[in-house]
């Protein structure tokens, strides 16, 4: 069993004719795109807005039709993947680097679906490093600011060379301490000039889909009502 294909596919029920769809980014969603892909040459009429350039080359090589924010008032469904997936269903993000992208989309759906293998499932936020985008202008004063709220950032780099965003901005990584608020760490952070935005995704999952390892491997839906 491909976790990921079972996942992203799923995801799909929740797609109807004449929607607007926020496609997101990674290997969950690129079955998501994919299997939409063939759904569209099969006559489903949607408009797709992507979360990243790396998204927008997929969604054009399956055929999926897309569109700019300018056209529309509000996003239908936004699908996106997840660096990690806590029980309350908030979501660390950002591991691709289009965080930013992909929360502005998130907030602008009506209904935002997360999809993951169970290995992202996590007790707590925190193992995986939290991305948080800033301005390359200036950014050793931001990397210090956030320094000073006990933090230890490391600017991304890939091949000796900062990590560019498909903004053209920076990712600084850092670990979230033990009995951290998150929503205090995250207004602190967005108060900090320079910071663009964080990949902390609070509040904002309305339908998560996954796996259950104690059911074979079951489809398991979870809605934020229910949490």
């Not at 080359?57 to 055929?63: E, I, R, S």
């Amino acid at each position: 069993m491909n976790q990921k294909k079972e996942v992203g596919e799923k995801a799909i029920d929740y797609i109807e004719d004449g929607m607007i769809v926020g496609l997101g980014t990674g290997s969950t969603v690129f079955f998501t795109i994919t299997k939409l892909g063939e759904l569209v040459q099969k006559g489903l009429s949607i408009k797709g807005i992507p979360t990243s350039k790396q998204t927008e080359k997929l969604a054009n090589k399956v055929g999926i039709p897309l569109i700019s924010f300018d056209e529309v008032e509000q996003i239908d469904v936004a699908i996106d993947g997840a660096d990690e997936v806590a029980p309350d269903l908030n979501l660390i993000k950002g591991g691709g680097g289009a965080l930013l992208r992909e929360k502005i989309i998130a907030n602008a759906a009506k209904t935002f679906i997360v999809v993951a293998d169970p290995n992202k499932n996590v007790p707590k936020l925190g193992s995986f490093p939290l991305p948080v985008e800033v301005l390359p202008f200036g950014f050793e004063m931001t990397k210090k600011k956030i320094q000073n709220l006990g933090l230890t950032a490391h600017l991304r780099q890939v091949q000796g060379k900062p990590f560019l965003t498909d903004n053209g901005n920076y990712i600084l990584d850092f670990l979230i301490p033990d009995m951290t608020n998150l929503k205090e760490l995250e207004r602190k952070l967005n108060l900090i000039p320079g910071v663009i935005e964080n990949g902390l995704f609070l509040g904002v999952t309305d339908i998560y889909i996954t796996l259950d390892r104690e059911e074979d491997n079951s489809i398991v839906v979870r809605h934020r009502n229910n949490v």
